[in-house]
């Protein structure tokens, strides 16, 4: 969700206010979702190199999320929607972590639809995290080092319980990934737009949409062999459909 800075800057108003804007887009594209029936979102919401932002604008940052959470809880019982978070939960300040764990927790029966927020994560910082577990696992004799595989790593990712992205939007016209999933975006399709997030509402959800409708989608097939046009959770797991 990237140019809520540069955004504020284009209307003379203050960074925040971009952050504040943006928040508005997280509540429009996260509705629109859950009408088109789309399973699983993910909204990269603030990056472990976030943290050194100027203190106002990290402070401003949590609040925004705190808030939201609060406010959207009884929407997401209302329609289904489990929260899910991934990242250092722990660098969190400890009132958004707990809110943010209350309504993981008061979600997580909920399965129409799955909304995951990346908070203080990146992605190099999650595979560190995924190693860690499996070393740990080796030493305790739960793991033996021969049955690392690709089910191995993805199951000890932070959500495993999360299919791979079937599409990945980045906005505002930058052409990087940005340490944002790693692992999980192999077979993604990407699709950048200079729109800045804050300005990220249905017509140019749509305009993406549309887009990955219209690619073909190969796993590393032959193009005679992959004659199915794009489908929303094709690639779960990195694995063909
Ligand atoms: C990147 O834009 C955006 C962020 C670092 C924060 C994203 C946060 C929100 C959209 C609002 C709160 C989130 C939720 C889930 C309610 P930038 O500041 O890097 O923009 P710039 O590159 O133009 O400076």
Excluded: C
């Excluded at 509540?27 to 943290?51: D, G, H, Q």
């Amino acid at each position: 969700m990237d140019g809520n800075g540069r955004w504020a800057t284009l209307q003379g108003k203050s960074r925040i206010e971009g952050h504040r804007r943006g928040k508005t887009s997280v509540r429009v594209i996260v509705e629109m979702s859950r009408k088109l029936r789309i399973p699983y979102l993910t909204l990269f919401a603030f990056s472990t190199e976030n943290w050194l932002r100027p203190h106002d604008e990290v402070y401003a940052l949590m609040g925004l999320l705190e808030t939201y959470l609060i406010a959207e809880q009884p929407k997401m019982m209302r329609y289904g929607i489990r929260l899910q978070a991934v990242g250092d939960r722990d660098r969190l300040p400890a009132n958004v972590r707990r809110t943010l764990e209350d309504v993981i927790e008061l979600t997580r029966d909920n399965n129409r639809m799955t909304v995951v927020l990346a908070l203080s994560y990146s992605g190099r910082d999650e595979v560190v995290r995924m190693a860690n577990k499996i070393a740990r696992k080796i030493g305790d004799g739960e793991l033996q080092p021969g049955d690392i595989d690709e089910e191995i790593v993805s199951n000890h990712m932070d959500t495993p319980d999360v299919p791979d992205p079937d599409l990945l939007i980045r906005t505002s016209g930058e052409m990087r990934i940005s340490n944002f999933y790693l692992w999980q975006i192999a077979y993604s399709e990407l699709y950048v737009t200079p729109t800045l997030w804050p300005d990220f509402r249905e017509r140019e959800y749509h305009q993406a949409l549309m887009e990955f409708q219209r690619r073909r989608r190969r796993f590393g097939r032959t193009d005679e062999q992959a004659s199915e046009p794009a489908r929303l959770n094709a690639g779960s797991g990195g694995s063909e459909s």
